[in-house]
């Protein structure tokens, strides 16, 4: 059972830091090929879960851009279920 929660927990981690990598690459351009099909990777992974945020949180418009928060609303609900979903695991909740 440890070895599942260690997953879980490494699980977590890693759709953090894919959270983080889309962001990232939003904000650069890329023009490699290989960065390109690594943006793309990490865009269809963290997209179905970005897009449930997307339709509530609307986009906050600064001059001729705009803002989306929702990767910190995601990654605040991700940081909040982590420990909540181990402990789960764990039977310690």
Do not use: C, K
């Not at 910190?72 to 909740?93: C, E």
């Amino acid at each position: 059972m440890v070895f599942v929660i260690l997953i879980v927990n490494a699980a977590f981690e890693v759709y953090f830091w894919l959270i983080i990598a889309h962001v990232i690459f939003s904000w650069i351009p890329v023009r490699q090929v290989w960065l390109m099909d690594l943006r793309d990777f990490v865009d269809r992974l963290v997209e179905p879960y970005l897009s449930i945020f997307r339709r509530m949180i609307p986009i906050i418009q600064l001059g001729g851009g705009g803002l989306d928060i929702s990767p910190i609303v995601a990654i605040m609900l991700l940081r909040f279920a982590q420990p909540i979903v181990v402990n789960i695991l764990a039977g310690t909740l």
